[in-house]
């Protein structure tokens, strides 16, 4: 094969290459995600989750460093989803009400089986439920880093952190009712009754 060829078929195999890796990676989270709904999250173990999945448990370990990381991937990404949502809102309008709009934007990403499945099981175990609270930091953290860059001014960091924390308080109260709820409603209708609730004591 001349070089010319390979240079052209080099893109072509990395990205099969690619959607191959992807694709392991959800079935052993899906697989995972199946056992720990069947056997409980301590029941179930990497090399149960590798056998479902008919791969090895090299194989896992090469993809999620443990069940904890298998779990928490699935809601990987919010974080940054926030910061974007935030930075792609007006700055004619209070940050309150900027972060407010933005997550509503993004509640649509919740309205699933899986995401109440996911967060009763990470509320299942001690470990878990540290491992929430660390999520709820990020997102905290993402969504002040947005504000400070939306308003700037120094100032200000001192009250966005405050609506940074604020604002993450409701949207787990949110999320908390309505996995309690079993996804009877859209979980916008719970997170604007939680900011609604936030901003009349305020």
Do not use: C
Request: charge should be neutral; glycine fraction near 4%; avoid cysteine.
């Amino acid at each position: 094969m001349s070089d010319d060829k390979k240079k052209e078929a080099a893109p072509q195999d990395t990205g099969i290459r690619e959607r191959k890796r992807l694709e392991t990676r959800q079935r052993i989270a899906e697989t995972a995600l199946g056992l720990f709904v069947k056997n409980g999250y301590d029941e179930t173990t990497l090399d149960d989750i590798a056998e479902a999945a008919e791969i090895s448990r090299r194989t896992v370990f090469s993809y999620f460093s443990s069940k904890e990381d298998i779990l928490l991937a699935w809601q990987s990404g919010i974080a940054e989803a926030l910061r974007a949502a935030v930075l792609a809102e007006s700055t004619d309008q209070e940050p309150f009400d900027a972060v407010a709009n933005a997550m509503l934007k993004l509640a649509s990403a919740y309205n699933s089986d899986d995401n109440i499945v996911i967060d009763r099981l990470l509320r299942s175990t001690e470990t878990l439920r540290a491992s929430k609270q660390v999520k709820y930091i990020k997102q905290e953290e993402a969504i002040f880093q947005a504000l400070i860059t939306l308003w700037p001014q120094p100032g200000r960091q001192q009250a966005l952190r405050l609506v940074a924390m604020a604002s993450v308080g409701a949207l787990r109260l949110a999320t908390e009712a309505w996995a309690a709820d079993n996804g009877a409603h859209p979980v916008s209708k719970y997170l604007r009754r939680a900011f609604s609730n936030l901003k009349a004591e305020i």
